[in-house]
């Protein structure tokens, strides 16, 4: 039995998520005529109160588009250290908007009031950057899918009106955070000016984000997903997957979450973990006992058909998503309780 936890990017579709595919409507949505886009920006744009939302073929675009929209070339943005805007996108934030980060150091990938306030530069000082954008991550990926506290982003928000920034949610994992804290879409949908969402990731679908805002933003962002060849055709075949995850798979993170949870007080247990961070939601990050080689450790664990993958600095990261089964659960904490992991 194959345990792959590495990422919950992983998922195969299930049969009746299959069927909603096979089953689709679709048109040409370059035209706009692609009913079953139509249908799941319209369903993400009501379930965040927001506008208006764009189909995207990845969260990166999503973000990219948002951060192209919300930013001028030499512009910064303001983002934690560990954001994904600026760690994994390949230095987009550079190539396509030609704009720089502003790092804040934050705590497991989130950022306070303050911290987002210290880091604006002065408008009239021209030798600086202008600082135009507040990004933030919730859950937070390299944070081990930490959810922030609602009313620090309240906070953030004030300091975004008092000093006319753009505030956009790179929320790849929101639902993860809706469900692990009891918060609504609404709720955010109320606070920013975007926020992007992965059907990618927890979800269980084969491909899909979806950028949701006002509609003068969604106009402007239609433009810059065209530029960055994101407008596809017969695309309601992949919405129809995420129509259907919205419909399905939402509420059942919760499981993800549990096992996270259970997962990660085994780790603790064990004689060849030094600690593990807090687990809010379905990411957990450990680090292995001092003189236990991180290759070695993960080459023994693929002996037993088990695949996580390590995050430099001595850390490693567990994923749990959907295809995670109660009997591969089983199996991983008795392999993992069984395991003889040696010092070197
Ligand atoms: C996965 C992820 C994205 C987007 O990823 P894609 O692979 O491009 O869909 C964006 N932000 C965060 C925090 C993520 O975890």
């Known amino acids: 039995m194959k345990i792959n936890l590495i990422s919950d990017t992983t998922t195969h579709p299930t049969p009746g998520m299959l069927d909603a595919m096979m089953n689709a409507r679709v048109g040409d949505d370059v035209f706009k005529e692609d009913e079953t886009i139509n249908l ?3 369903k ?10 764009l189909f995207f073929p990845s969260g990166t675009m999503a973000n990219q588009t948002a951060i192209k ?4 070339p030499g512009d910064q943005l303001i983002c934690d250290k560990y954001a994904h805007v600026y760690n994994y996108e390949g230095g987009g934030v550079s190539f396509n908007g030609g704009v720089s980060c502003k790092l804040v150091d934050g705590d497991r990938g989130m950022m306070t009031a303050e911290q987002v306030a210290a880091s604006i530069n002065p408008p009239d000082f021209y030798h600086s950057p202008l600082s135009s954008l507040v990004c933030i991550e919730n ?41 692990a804290k009891n918060e609504s879409p609404r709720q955010y949908g109320e ?6 969402v992965c059907f990618s990731k927890g979800l269980g679908c084969p491909v899909g984000s979806v950028l949701v805002g006002s509609k003068d933003f969604m106009d402007k962002a239609l433009r810059i997903r065209k530029i960055l ?13 995420a129509v259907y995850a919205l419909d399905n798979n939402i509420s059942r993170l919760a499981e993800d979450h ?3 949870k259970e997962i990660g007080k ?15 939601t379905n990411i957990i990050i450990f680090n292995l006992e001092d003189g236990i080689e991180e290759g070695e450790f993960l080459n023994t664990l693929k002996e037993n058909d088990i695949h996580i993958i390590g995050m430099g600095q001595g850390k490693l990261r567990i994923v749990t998503h959907l295809d995670y089964t109660d009997a591969m659960h089983k199996r991983l904490l008795e392999i993992l309780q069984g395991l003889a992991i040696k010092k070197v």
């Open 69 to 72: 929209v919300h930013t001028q």
């Open 266 to 280: 085994l780790l603790e247990t064990l004689p060849y973990i030094k600690s593990v961070e807090p687990i809010e």
């Open 139 to 179: 859950t937070t990926n390299k944070g081990g899918g930490a959810c922030w506290d609602f009313s620090e982003i309240e906070k953030i928000r004030k300091v975004c009106d008092d000093n006319k920034l753009g505030y956009h949610l790179d929320g790849a994992r929101l639902w993860n955070a809706l469900v």
């Open 191 to 196: 606070i920013f000016d975007s926020i992007s």
């Open 229 to 241: 060849g994101g407008g596809m055709r017969q695309a309601g075949y992949l919405a129809a997957a």
């Open 40 to 42: 799941l920006e319209a």
């Open 258 to 260: 549990r096992k996270a």
């Open 44 to 53: 993400v744009a009501d379930l965040f109160g927001m506008e208006a939302a």
